[in-house]
């Protein structure tokens, strides 16, 4: 039962709720006593709404003018009748637990269906009433949020919390996201009247709340519902740190506020400019001015709070930033783009900041009210997202229900948590995903979006992108350029995942120290798993001496190059093996031991080596021979059957390998260096495009320095 919760009137060690002036309208909080009264005492005529969710109905129709409210009444009245005579520790009359709960969702904007599930949340867990009773007065979506909510009153969040359970009950969240809804706004109730617990039990529960449901509410993206549970949290388990910052904060209200001024020179600026907005001060919570304070040390006046842009339609979001950023100055790098690459919860928005003349930077927040709705409320926000024919309302046998508004972290919770081969790997795997505090965006090459938790990497992304079939991922580019998988990603990167065509291509046990999301760790162990005898790496890797295997036993001989010409009579001629230059390469010569001549490329390093080594510079030219031998080195991503494609590939362009050696794989990178013999100079062109176009090769080089 929920009614451990006390009146916060009783002393004890808990924050006042956090500031809500600049977040929603406020409205004066609720006095649980009257609440209590009036639960006893209204009237109960069937056909009136009783007084004592008046200030439901209200806050309701705020948001949906036309809504239904005998369902309201109703499920007030059987609340209230099965509730009666229960108390909460503070004396209060029980009832008043869910009206309250019920009020925060109402202000938040929650459609009828989940604030009638939300006055009946504890009523089948601590009353007579049945699910069934309910399905019968309320319908099946009702009936199916107070099974959800009950189920989860049921879960221990404690660090004995059976993992099995707080999987199922992640499922059932998943499957409605307005069941995690009515739980947050019941937490967020209870921790408002935590007062007269015992410090070790408002300990306990605050840690909980930390842990678990204040990064639930980040990723349902219910904001107004997060920073209120942060700052009481604050407050119960680091309570000096709390009282110093509310000091700051007090100390900071009494002066003049540097914002105000800024305010008002925004909304000239865009009366000015004929931009129909509302400019709005909003102060930063409790947890927010402590977060900044240990960021940036000191706090200055505009550290207090940030400015809030709110316009009405998408195009005059981009126009105020133009209007701010022309007439204002603006600090660049602050500015990102929350519209155009929304955050993974919902959230939508234009961060950016302009700087006054005394050098405070004012943070500014522009956005549609339809966006601030989203912002504040999240998922609430969405309103009933089921919307499918009547036939198909009821949940099929296994509970699964379709919701395409999910946002896109509870689809992957869903997914990976099928995958997770145990309740312990899925319990630990949660509570990393959860103690991530914020995630990037990073960009398809098709203009699509992955969102990654920070610090993810390329293993991250072919898993999120791909499922298990990123099990044949070679390789990736990142912003163009050619990246291990260990490459660690960050926000607005484009991502290319690059694919390997042969079926038998395999994950590497190195990836799971790569692997940083849920999905992608989970995989890799399953693969794993699976094939307990696979070995790391192609086969084509096979280390010989030295690190390297011959890729050709067959001994060659020693073809000539191409013919190269003195000017001058001299000894024999031979082609630098660090460069090995071919027609029709600029080409200089120098004299060495033995009288012999070595010929490097004009670009070679060991030219100016030569030049300061004394060496005496000799004329030489290409003769008309086409032939030529080169050193080719082909750098590519490790995959089985790797270098049986590559040695193809040489063949069908008619070049002749002289020798070849293949390194050790190093971060499922391979280094593949050829020696080859082509008819003709003019070949070599066509032969390296021939080598680069193999699956999983990602650049083919001339050697460029003295080869192994």
């Known amino acids: 039962m929920s009614a451990e919760a006390t009146n916060p009137a009783t002393p004890g060690p808990v924050a006042p709720a956090a500031p809500t002036v600049a977040r929603r309208k406020s409205r004066p909080?609720?006095?649980?006593?009257?609440?209590?009264?009036?639960?006893?005492?209204?009237p109960a005529v069937r056909s009136k709404l009783p007084d004592a969710i008046g200030h439901v109905a209200e806050a309701h129709r705020a948001?949906?003018?036309?809504?239904?409210?005998?369902?309201?009444?109703?499920?007030?009245?059987?609340?209230?009748?099965?509730?009666?005579?229960q108390m909460r520790k503070s004396g209060e009359p029980y009832i008043t637990h869910p009206l309250a709960v019920t009020l925060i969702l109402a202000e938040l904007g929650a459609e009828t269906t989940t604030l009638t599930a939300s006055l009946l949340h504890d009523t089948v867990e601590d009353t007579e009433v049945t699910l069934d009773q309910v399905g019968k007065e309320f319908g099946e979506e009702v009936r199916y949020l107070v099974d959800g909510v009950t189920k989860l009153e049921k879960v221990d969040y404690g660090a004995a919390a059976e993992p099995e359970t707080f999987r199922k009950m992640l499922v059932a969240t998943g499957n409605d996201v307005r069941v995690m809804s009515i739980k947050l706004a019941d937490r967020l109730h209870n921790?408002?009247?935590l007062g007269v617990m015992r410090p070790e039990k408002q300990a306990r529960i605050a840690k909980v709340t930390h842990d678990v449901l204040i990064p639930l509410a980040e990723r349902l993206g219910v904001q107004a519902l997060k920073t209120e549970l942060e700052d009481l949290v604050f407050a119960i388990l680091l309570p000096e740190e709390y009282a110093r910052t509310s000091e700051l904060i007090a100390e900071n209200a009494a002066g003049e506020?540097?914002?105000?001024?800024?305010?008002?020179?925004?909304?000239a600026v865009l009366r000015e400019a004929d931009i129909p907005a509302e400019v709005l001060i909003r102060p930063r919570h409790s947890v927010s001015v402590h977060r900044v304070s240990r960021k940036r040390g000191p706090l200055r006046g505009t550290d207090f709070g940030r400015l809030l842009v709110l316009v009405n339609d998408d195009a005059d979001c981009y126009a105020v930033l133009g209007e701010l950023h022309t007439c204002l100055t603006p600090v660049v790098s602050e500015f990102k783009d929350f519209i155009a690459v929304p955050k993974f919860n919902l959230y939508q928005s234009l961060h950016t900041a302009v700087a006054r003349p005394d050098g405070q930077v004012v943070e500014v927040l522009i956005r549609t009210h339809?966006?601030?709705?989203?912002?504040?409320?999240?998922?609430?926000?969405?309103?009933n997202p089921y919307t499918p024919p009547a036939e198909e309302q009821s949940a099929g046998l296994d509970g699964e229900r379709a919701d395409p508004t999910r946002p896109g972290w509870l689809s992957r919770l869903l997914d990976w948590q099928r995958g997770a081969p145990d309740p312990d790997t899925f319990w630990s795997t949660l509570r990393d995903d959860l103690a991530q505090d914020r995630e990037i965006t990073v960009v398809r090459p098709d203009g699509g979006t992955l969102g990654l938790p920070e610090g993810a990497t390329c293993v991250d992304a072919a898993y999120a992108q791909y499922g298990e079939d990123a099990h044949a991922c070679i390789g990736a580019r990142v912003n163009g350029r050619l990246a291990a998988l260990g490459t660690v990603l960050r926000d607005g990167d484009t991502v290319q995942l690059l694919m390997g065509q042969d079926?038998?291509?395999e994950p590497s046990r190195e990836w799971l120290e790569h692997a940083h999301t849920p999905a992608a760790r989970i995989a890799?162990?399953?693969w794993l798993a699976a094939h307990p005898g696979a070995e790391d790496g192609?086969?084509?890797t096979a280390e010989g001496p030295g690190g390297t295997r011959p890729a050709s036993s067959a001994p060659a001989a020693r073809p000539r190059g191409a013919d190269v010409l003195l000017d001058e009579p001299g000894g024999p001629v031979r082609l630098g093996g660090c460069c090995t230059p071919v027609p029709p390469d600029g080409i200089v010569g120098f004299a060495v031991r033995g009288g012999a001549v070595t010929v490097h490329r004009v670009e070679c390093s060991m030219v100016d080596e030569m030049k300061n080594g004394g060496r005496a510079e000799i004329a030489v030219r290409w003769g008309d021979t086409a032939a030529c031998r080169v050193t080719l080195v082909a750098e590519s991503f490790s995959r089985p059957h790797l270098l049986a494609d590559l040695t193809e590939a040489i063949a069908l362009e008619g070049a002749e390998i002289v020798s070849a050696t293949v390194e050790s794989p190093n971060q499922q990178r391979v280094r593949h260096t050829y020696t080859l013999q082509l008819p003709d100079a003019a070949e070599l062109p066509a032969l390296m495009r021939a080598m680069r176009d193999v699956p999983g090769v990602y650049d083919v080089s001339r050697v460029q320095a003295p080869a192994a």
Request: glycine share 6%; no cysteine.
């Open 538 to 540: 192609p086969a084509d």
């Open 524 to 526: 890799i162990q399953r």
């Open 257 to 267: 506020d540097p914002l105000a001024e800024v305010a008002d020179e925004v909304r």
């Open 503 to 505: 079926p038998a291509s």
């Open 370 to 383: 339809r966006m601030h709705q989203a912002a504040e409320a999240g998922v609430i926000a969405l309103g």
């Open 63 to 85: 948001h949906h003018p036309d809504a239904d409210l005998d369902p309201l009444r109703r499920a007030y009245l059987l609340a209230e009748s099965s509730h009666r005579g």
């Open 191 to 193: 921790m408002r009247t």
């Open 29 to 42: 909080r609720i006095d649980l006593r009257r609440l209590g009264r009036a639960a006893l005492l209204g």
